[in-house]
């Protein structure tokens, strides 16, 4: 069973403060995917990544994809409210289930 | 932009009843997924299609639980009878799955809210 774990569970933050959100696992993903998830709604994809490795920015995030394709990070930079949310990563492939981990839950406090 | 509908957006049904919640995929997506997710157990995986047959269906209760899609433009998950642990919310997702490939990502519905008392 593959199974994805995310750390921290909770973080709080003023804002304008930096902050990196980790994903792991002891199985190897042929893709991983980032979600924010907001109070009420669906996740939101954010990025999908597949080469080990691989480096994606978008705006102030930044993601990554760890060399074994087992892990994986967010890092936000200059933190805003609006980034507030439920962080979901979520690997699977074509001939892969699709998992998600349980999530980290940020607060960035004005 | 594209979006998944899921219908209703809020159920509160008694034990016992049966319950029906839809999904409108993308159309043109191959794949669609049921998730569940409780503060508890956060997404669990109920179910899943390719091309609407039904690839795993492990996640589910059996006795209870049914996913069905009779056309490509809907998605149904069925419980019945319903209990009180089935509360949570439940989603569909849809997206395009190319064969031999990793890369692709998933639109979510707003999900349906179940409450069973």
């Known amino acids: 069973t593959q199974l994805l774990e995310q750390s921290p569970q909770f973080l709080s933050i003023q804002e304008g403060e930096n902050l990196t959100v980790y994903c792991n696992s002891s199985?190897?993903?042929?893709?991983l995917q980032w979600y924010r998830q907001e109070p009420g709604e669906g996740p939101v994809l954010l990025v999908t990544?597949?080469?080990?490795?691989e480096v994606k920015k978008l705006k102030r995030l930044t993601f990554q994809f760890g060399d074994a394709r087992k892990d994986s990070s967010l890092h936000i930079t200059a933190a805003q409210p609006g980034d507030t949310g439920l962080y979901l990563c979520?690997?699977?492939?074509?001939?892969?289930?699709?998992?998600f981990g349980p999530g980290t839950r940020l607060s960035v406090l004005p | 932009d594209a979006r998944v509908t899921q219908t209703p957006r809020h159920k509160v049904t008694e034990m016992g009843q049966e319950v029906t919640m839809r999904c409108q995929p993308i159309?043109?997506?191959?794949?669609v997924f049921w998730y569940r997710q409780t503060m508890m157990q956060g997404l669990e995986l109920l179910a899943y299609?390719?091309?609407?047959?039904?690839?795993?269906d492990s996640g589910m209760p059996k006795d209870r639980f049914s996913a069905e899609m009779p056309d490509a433009t809907l998605a149904t998950l069925k419980i019945q009878p319903s209990e009180p642990r089935d509360s949570a919310v439940y989603f569909c997702?849809?997206?395009?799955?190319?064969?031999?490939?990793?890369?692709?990502?998933?639109?979510f519905g707003s999900g349906t809210r179940l409450t069973v008392v």
């Open positions: 997702a849809s997206g395009l799955v190319k064969t031999g490939t990793g890369a692709y990502g998933y639109t």
């Open positions: 199985s190897v993903f042929s893709s």
């Open positions: 990544v597949v080469t080990g490795g």
């Open positions: 979520a690997g699977g492939g074509y001939g892969q289930n699709f998992v």
């Open positions: 159309l043109g997506h191959n794949t």
């Open positions: 299609f390719r091309n609407r047959a039904p690839l795993d």
